[in-house]
């Protein structure tokens, strides 16, 4: 009859080694579950390659601290790529507000995330106006 303890399982804890008595500490069984989305996200974003864009895309997410409340709440920073931010505004009137303050965005970003963060502005589609694609394309969007 074997006994209880030449029953144990690799995962319950120590056991003999090959019956002679000596006993050894098992590695404790790493449970895998759900990780915090925070823990995990940095490593397959290296692993895609991802990792540089998305460094260069956290100013965007200061867009708000930027150019205060009131604007942040009718326009948006959506894309930044080599120095170039691109915006976009819910009304014409608000596109020419944020154009008469580019100068000082710029300087902002700059000053917030380092000199080169951001060299110029480009707008993207809106109202009344046509994006770059669609102008080159003569269609409408």
Do not use: Y
């Amino acid at each position: 009859m074997t006994s209880r303890r030449g029953n144990r399982s690799a995962e319950s804890g120590p056991s003999t080694d090959s019956g002679n008595g000596n006993w050894r500490a098992r590695k404790p069984v790493r449970k895998v579950g759900p990780q915090p989305l925070s823990k995990i996200l940095p490593g397959v974003l290296q692993q895609c390659g991802l990792e540089e864009r998305l460094e260069e895309r956290m100013p965007l997410l200061h867009w708000r601290r930027v150019v205060g409340p009131e604007i942040a709440a009718h326009s948006e920073a959506v894309d930044l790529r080599d120095g170039v931010l691109v915006l976009t505004a819910d009304h014409g009137a608000w596109r020419q507000e944020v154009t008469m303050l580019i100068p000082m965005i710029i300087q902002k970003f700059n000053a917030l995330f380092g000199p080169g963060t951001v060299n110029e502005v480009q707008w993207r589609g809106g109202h009344g106006a046509q994006s770059n694609r669609s102008r080159k394309q003569g269609g409408r969007r």
